[in-house]
């Protein structure tokens, strides 16, 4: 049931909306004055300011990046977008999830990303994904509780990831309609992406996708198979003929870091119709890892400073999990802003961290943020004084062998188990490597 404030918030933006798109950039400071009457908090002061610079600037990239929201993206989506994003998942839900944090003294989080499944029709090198059992995935009712629980702690944020959750599309769909009131994304490889299912999308609005690319046909089908980056495009278009919000996901490694920090290619991935994108480097999760693929610490200072160039001057949101670490204060995992619950409802502090202490099918969501593992990062976290070596698996290896045994975590990979010495031995050397280049870029002027 919705909150006496989150209903007026709805309303509130129901009619902003209606307003705004009447004439977006016209009327936008006018919202803005809405918006501070609904929420009074410093931080978000700051933001509702920005706005304000942005919506005087026609040439400013963040203006443009509104425009096309309100000229790409379908009308649905443009209000779930405002309403459930804007509204619940930041100013109504972030209000409960800090009086969540105090009750509860432990970490809670904005997003909650799970694994409808372990399956997947690709078989992609290197991917973590692919340690899990594929045979596994969580039935429809715990997925119903992770977020019946999870809105009670103020989590409206749920991101979908596998395996490729597409698999399941009915009932993915069905988890975004019986719970309108959340924002939905799915990582997805995009080859099982129709215009049938992009109806349904289209329909309920408050699904978004982050597709997941290499860069162009070569480096795509080097990782994911001959073939895949042509469905990949075909998809985008798709998305974009639905006015569906997507953006793209890529990892960027040691063959292909040059071209995806390219500004050919941010260009190339805006004009397809991305909304934003999120760089992912690679991590030698599995026995079957490709070490070879670490990108070097000249390519990790690339794209450093790539990601900010273009983050200042396209109108695409971009970022960089790893090398943007200094404007979250290090790492975001561990229930700091966002959790792991793979296709065997073993609860992670992250994606690339394979170990756990709980299952949500035994525990209840809170259980599991309190639980040992999550506790030694709530306890931990900042890792590293230096946000630009936030993770304590590829930045500070010492860190996730400490805590994994402080905790007494297990391994959660069915099929490749390792132990956490085992793991951190292929990442050693990328930290050491990382540590002057990250020293000295934390020591420069920085935004």
């Known amino acids: 049931m ?144 992770i977020i019946r629980q999870g809105k009670e702690l103020g989590i409206y944020m749920y991101i979908l990831s596998g395996g490729e959750p597409t698999v399941r599309k009915d009932e993915i769909l069905r988890l975004a309609e019986e719970n309108d009131d959340c924002m939905f994304l799915s990582f997805t490889n995009a080859t099982l992406i129709d215009d049938a299912f992009a109806s349904e999308v289209e329909r309920l609005g408050n699904f978004a996708f982050a597709v997941s690319v290499e860069g162009y046909e070569e480096e795509t089908d080097m990782r994911r198979g001959k073939g895949t980056y042509q469905k990949v495009m075909d998809a985008m278009d798709i998305l974009q003929k639905h006015g569906i919000i997507f953006g793209f996901s890529t990892c960027y490694h040691s063959k292909n870091t040059e071209v995806v920090g390219s500004e050919e290619w941010v260009d190339d991935m805006i004009a397809k119709g991305c909304k934003f994108g999120w760089y992912f480097t690679y991590m030698p999760i599995g026995k079957d890892a490709v070490p070879e693929l670490i990108a070097t610490p000249e390519q990790r200072e690339f794209m450093y400073h790539q990601v900010r160039k273009f983050r200042a001057t396209k109108p695409c949101f971009l970022m960089d999990f790893w ?58 976290q900042p890792f590293n004084e230096n946000h630009l070596r936030p993770c304590p698996m590829f930045d500070n290896p010492e860190k996730i062998r400490e805590m994994v045994n402080k905790s007494g975590a297990h391994s959660t990979q069915l099929e490749d188990s390792e132990t956490v010495e085992e ?10 490597n990382w540590k002057p280049f990250a020293d000295k870029l934390w020591a420069s002027p920085h935004e």
């Open 323 to 380: 090398n943007d670490g200094e404007y979250v204060k290090g790492c975001i995992a561990g229930g700091r802003n966002y959790l792991h619950i793979n296709a065997g409802g073993d609860v992670e502090p992250c994606a690339f961290i394979h170990y756990s202490n709980v299952n949500i099918k035994d525990v209840d969501l809170i259980d599991a943020l309190r639980s040992p593992l999550f506790m030694e990062y709530k306890k931990s």
């Open 2 to 145: 919705k909150s006496v404030k989150q209903l007026v918030s709805t309303a509130v933006m129901n009619e902003a909306y209606q307003y705004m798109a009447k004439d977006p950039m016209k009327n936008l400071p006018k919202i803005i004055d809405w918006a501070e009457k609904i929420k009074k908090v410093d931080y978000y002061q700051n933001t509702l300011q920005m706005f304000r610079e942005i919506a005087q600037d026609p040439e400013n990239n963040w203006n443009q990046l509104i425009q096309r929201y309100f000229n790409e993206l379908n009308p649905t989506t443009q209000k779930k977008f405002l309403i459930n994003f804007m509204v619940n998942a930041g100013m109504v839900g972030q209000s409960v999830i800090d009086k969540s944090k105090e009750k509860y003294d432990c970490n809670v989080p904005w997003a909650i990303l799970f694994d409808p499944t372990a399956a997947c029709n690709l078989h992609c090198t290197g991917c973590w994904a692919a340690e899990y059992g594929k045979g596994i995935s969580l039935d429809y009712a715990t997925m119903q509780k």
């Open 423 to 432: 793991l951190t031995a292929k990442t050693i050397p990328a930290a050491e």
